[in-house]
């Protein structure tokens, strides 16, 4: 198992350094000059010249890739454009909200989708079978954005209510704290759980048909001891696997949902960026989710071996 790991780790040194160079160079393909932006059209000709010599714009972008990627070895990820800041500092400060947002959505789609995926499987074919997938269809097809939109305007419409947009810090009020999380996490957290459950029912119901659960309903044992001792454990491996690609997803999404709801999270800091074309916190964010993935890739590798003692790593 420990060599196994090891390996692992080695293959992901060469998949983060060709990341990270597609992380340095893209956000130079953004349409705009920074420097014009950030002078705002009033300058031009030396002034600009000066300002891209200081920010390391005139070099050539493998020259600046090398001494970017040095300092990111050293922890630095350099300092906003705008913020005037360490970029390790601002996410700091915003990686928190993101991960409380993330988490939230992940604990409600596993928190929903098993239990119903079991219920699907346990009742196939059956009125309620087909009503818990029709509605993770409709999950999986209605787009994340377009819910979370409705959600702040027909309350609005209908009821004159406002969900809470003003961001309170967990140290001054919990509740209200938990509160402007708990809306944009269940929306974002809606497509995993259609796409878990439906995983769920499909493993399931394979594993249901194998010879050990069939001697288990012959033995006598209770359905719930047949389906959730005996067939869901080996069920769960196919969903730990999906369950470790929807993080990359619901990191991808907190950028819109971040937005919609004024969450001061990594993602809206993103899309700021975007928009001003800051360099150095474009990487910094963009570096900090692919290490965040394929760190989660290698920890869902580890626990199939827990699910399954059969499996042994050589």
């Known amino acids: ?8 780790l080695l293959v992901a040194v060469p998949s983060l350094l060709i990341a990270s160079f597609v992380i340095f160079a893209l956000p130079r393909l953004i349409p705009g000059d920074v420097v014009q932006l ?35 070895a050293r922890g630095d990820l350099g300092e ?6 360490p970029v390790f500092e601002e996410l700091g400060r915003r990686v928190p909200v993101s991960l409380e947002l993330g988490l939230l959505s992940l604990i409600f789609a596993v928190t929903v989708a098993l239990p119903v995926g079991v219920l699907a499987a346990a009742r196939q074919d059956t009125a309620a079978d087909y009503l818990l997938r029709t509605l993770a269809i409709v999950g999986l097809s209605v787009p994340g954005f377009w819910i979370a ?4 305007i027909l309350p609005a419409v209908w009821w004159g209510w406002i969900p809470r947009r003003q961001f309170v810090e967990l140290s001054r009020d919990p ?8 809306l944009p996490a269940v929306i974002l957290g809606l497509a995993s759980a259609a796409a878990i459950m439906r995983l769920t029912r499909a493993t399931l119901l394979e594993a249901l048909r194998h010879d050990y659960v069939r001697t288990a309903w012959a033995k006598g044992l209770r359905e719930r001891a047949v389906v959730l001792k005996h067939a869901l454990r080996n069920a769960l491996i196919p969903v730990v696997t999906v369950l470790g690609l929807q993080v990359s997803a619901v990191l991808g999404g907190t950028v819109i949902f971040e937005t919609i709801f004024g969450l001061p999270g990594m993602g809206r800091f993103l899309f700021d960026a975007i928009n001003q074309r800051d360099y150095p916190v474009i990487q910094g964010v963009n570096l900090l989710i692919v290490t965040v993935v394929v760190v989660v890739n290698l920890v869902v590798d580890a626990l199939y071996a827990l699910l399954d003692p059969r499996i042994r790593y050589s």
């Open 1 to 8: 198992m420990q060599r196994y790991v090891l390996r692992r």
């Open 38 to 72: 950030m002078l705002e059209d009033k300058a031009y000709g030396r002034d600009l010249d000066d300002l891209r010599a200081r920010l390391g714009l005139d070099r050539p972008i493998l020259e600046q890739y090398v001494t970017w990627l040095a300092r990111v």
């Open 80 to 85: 906003s454009l705008w913020t005037k800041r």
């Open 149 to 152: 939109t409705l959600a702040l």
């Open 175 to 182: 509740a209200a704290h938990v509160a402007n999380l708990v």
